[in-house]
């Protein structure tokens, strides 16, 4: 009984950590974004270096202690997902080389993208006279971070599941309605980028970061078929991969 104790503390310990981490990344990102004023220039936007690096260690440190690569293609498809995000952050807070290219072809100069110019969604969308660039940002925020909450809800949640699972086969909770919820939650998590913050190079990169997910997620059914056979065939006959 009491070793049964021990390892439900452990469990519940886990989470917390996991909880925690979520919670302490969102707090600093969107305080981090939020806790300067609207009107914040340029100059006082950009070269934030402290907050490129802490941005891309706390989220790097998550994804890859919810997910785990295993063996040489996991773990290209980690550095993929590194490259991605790195190059995000250091724009967002370092240095803007799209707008740095996109600016001169657009006919203004790069100075004049601050904390809410830099959104480029709610910019472009502000030019075509749709909406002003408050109503634009605000758009871009509320779809972008529910998407986000759902990606790392998606994350944990299935993190948790698989971890209860201790090498089993799941098919209960988010599994019992898709296979890969996990990647289900990373695409997600790119997706919500793309539309928080886009840059040149996370939208080329995104395609092929999207399409590593879901050839591991292939790769991963067949490894799991190879290991538990029928029981899996029959899952994966009445549980769909993605989308529920």
């Given at each position: 009984m009491g070793q049964e104790v021990r390892t439900k503390l452990r469990q519940v310990l886990r989470i917390g950590i996991v909880v925690l981490t979520i919670g302490?990344?969102?707090a600093f990102f969107f305080l981090n974004i939020y806790s300067l004023p609207p009107k914040t220039a340029f100059e006082k936007w950009y070269g934030n270096w402290p907050a490129?690096?802490?941005?891309?260690?706390?989220?790097?440190?998550?994804?890859?202690?919810?997910?785990?690569?295993?063996g040489p293609k996991e773990w290209r498809g980690a550095g993929l997902t590194t490259a991605f995000f790195i190059s995000l952050f250091t724009e967002m807070?370092?240095?803007?080389?799209?707008?740095?290219?996109?600016?001169?072809?657009?006919?203004?100069?790069?100075?004049?993208?601050?904390?809410?110019?830099?959104?480029?969604?709610?910019?472009?969308?502000?030019?075509t006279g749709l909406v002003n660039i408050e109503a634009g940002v605000y758009l871009v925020m509320v779809v972008s971070t529910a998407l986000l909450v759902l990606g790392f809800s998606l994350l944990s949640l299935g993190w948790k599941e698989v971890y209860?699972?201790?090498g089993e086969l799941v098919v209960t909770g988010l599994?019992?309605?898709?296979?890969?919820?996990?990647?289900?939650?990373?695409?997600?998590?790119?997706?919500?980028?793309l539309i928080q913050w886009p840059t040149l190079l996370t939208v080329l990169l995104a395609p092929f970061l999207i399409g590593r997910y879901i050839l591991l997620a292939r790769e991963e059914d067949r490894e799991l078929e190879e290991k538990f056979g029928g029981d899996f065939r029959r899952y994966k006959e009445s549980v769909p991969g993605f989308i529920p």
């Open positions: 302490l990344f969102l490129v690096v802490m941005a891309a260690v706390v989220f790097l440190f998550f994804l890859f202690f919810l997910t785990r690569p295993r807070f370092g240095i803007p080389l799209t707008i740095y290219l996109l600016a001169p072809l657009l006919g203004v100069e790069p100075r004049m993208f601050g904390m809410h110019e830099s959104h480029l969604w709610a910019y472009f969308l502000s030019r209860r699972g201790r599994y019992s309605r898709m296979r890969h919820p996990q990647y289900l939650g990373l695409i997600l998590a790119v997706i919500a980028f």
